[in-house]
């Protein structure tokens, strides 16, 4: 899943919800159940997500979401072979960047 956020420094839980088509809830219980997801809180307890959070939150989403993995069967995946899932993640998140830009050619020449 190819997310479309402006570059900040933090992103607030709904920013981070809508980006990904979820409710602010499912993003409380992803952080609780894996523990590579380390929001910020301020002094109001809310969450400021950053940029190498978003990446984790792609991770784990582009696993449970589109693979079909199970919360555990993340959690594993992700502790077995974390290099090898990471860069996985990024060669795909490369070819749909690649993909966006090529139908955005396509329709430009019609």
Known sequence: MY??????RYYKIGEVAK???????H?????????ILKPKKNKKGNRLFTAEDL???QLIYHLVKEKGFTLEGA??????EPNAV???HAIIMRL???KAELIQIKNQLT
């Open 19 to 25: 980006a990904f088509g979820l409710n602010t809830s």
């Open 96 to 98: 749909e960047t690649i």
């Open 86 to 88: 990471k860069e996985n």
């Open 75 to 80: 959690k594993i995946k992700m502790k077995q």
């Open 3 to 8: 997310i479309d956020l402006p570059e900040k």
């Open 27 to 35: 993003i409380r219980f992803w952080e609780k159940e894996f523990e």
């Open 55 to 57: 990446k984790n939150l």
